[in-house]
């Protein structure tokens, strides 16, 4: 009982601190405005990374080192193009994007017969009919999940593996419905991937409103689309995790991993995803040394690089880790977005989640819960190779994917007292697992 209220009281000084005296927004400001897109390999990505590099510097880290590993170097290349018209009359614009790691169609673009599918049970059925022709994917999100994660995760097969499904068949470039639920026309982009076996054709994300219309237009006309893009791959580049750590004094050995992404798309700032979490993560160092914490384990505050299209930050970081033996009890991540916390995607073993549901009275006040499965991209490799229990902060997803890998995605869409609020729980967290072990 003395403890809980120990915690409660240490818990409560690391939420004043932050509510009161965060530069997470300002930070965020800095990141978005003044460095901007960060895609892999480009200038923005070797921007952000000495301003991640100085910055931990400065808030107080015991070291901070720079950990290279090969990124990939996709180029979008110049300004994508869709258009879509019937027989003898005026082409319509659509609201488009590039597949992030597609290949281009250059100038002279490509241009054939539209076909809608809904699904890949849809196209297979229509297999006969799609050599030479721009197949039109038509999957929206399913509604009826509350958590939108959920739909994400059923719709973006369709961005991840579609071009590569058509042009099994023969198609000869895919259009597909924006992985959102938005109601904008605001086209998403995101990684695709092809399947070496088939044809690398071109492939383009449009609005949901421009899907809408083409999907009644074609149910009773003929319709010809062109695309036009420019993506093409350089050598991988050098990339690196920023890595700030703070040496625990009673158990150094045993590291505690808390972080967000630092690339983003190149059509966008990367607020949401995942300036917010670069920043959540920067700002619970500050806050900490702020109130003179001392931490009884080592933690690594990391700025992860290439989750967008690679995920070579995540993975180089677990090899280190499992070639140098390191001792991760846990790691924790907030790459969904700076909205109001709701709670922890946690994986796991039973022990160790039930011990963290024992925490919950503590984080009720500051709005979040545990919940079984998820963690994050960047440290899943790490719970992968190592074994290392994960945890996701779990923001309120209901805005999200409105923004998701879309030009859109900007430093005025997010909520200050939502971004600290988010950087409360996670220092909260990482307070607990520091002071208690798992």
Known sequence: MVQAQNDSVMIRKIATEILNYSEAYQHLRVLTKEIGPRLAGSQGMVASEKWG?????????????????????WVRGGTDEAFVSAPGKARKPMAAIALGNSLGTGKKGVTAELIEVKSFED??????????????????FRKEFIHTFRGYGDAVRYRAQGASAAARYGAVGVMIRSISH???????????????????????????????????????????????TYGYFKPDT???????????????EEIITVGGHLDSWDNCEGAHDDGAGCVQTIEMLRAFKAIGYQPRRTIRFVLFANEENGL?????????????????????ESDAGGFTPRGFNVSASPEVFAKLKTWEPLLFPY???????GGGAD?????RELGTP????????????????????????VNKRELDLGAVNMAALIFLVDRHGL
């Not at 994300?205 to 010809?224: E, M, R």
């Open 53 to 73: 590099y100085q910055l931990l510097q400065k808030t107080g880290a015991d070291t901070v080192w720079m950990q290279e590993c090969l990124v990939p170097y």
């Open 123 to 140: 196209l297979e059925a229509k297999k006969e009919q799609v050599k030479g022709k721009i197949v039109f994917y038509n999957y929206p």
């Open 182 to 228: 938005g109601e904008n026309n605001v086209p998403h982009t995101g990684s695709m991937h092809y399947d070496e076996r088939y044809a690398k054709i071109p492939a383009v994300a449009i609005g949901v409103q421009d899907a809408d219309w083409l999907s009644l237009t074609l149910q009773n006309n003929t319709l010809n689309g062109t695309i036009r």
């Open 238 to 252: 050098a990339g690196h995790n920023v890595i700030a750590e703070w040496k625990g004094k009673d158990f150094p």
């Open 312 to 332: 070579r930050g995540g993975l180089k970081y677990a090899e280190l880790a499992k070639q140098l033996n390191e001792k991760h009890i846990f790691a924790l």
């Open 367 to 373: 709005g979040t819960s545990f919940f079984a499965g």
């Open 379 to 383: 440290i899943g490799p790490l719970h």
């Open 390 to 413: 994960m945890a996701g902060l779990d923001p309120d997803s209901q805005r999200y994917f409105d923004y998701h890998h879309a030009a859109n995605d900007v430093f005025e869409a």
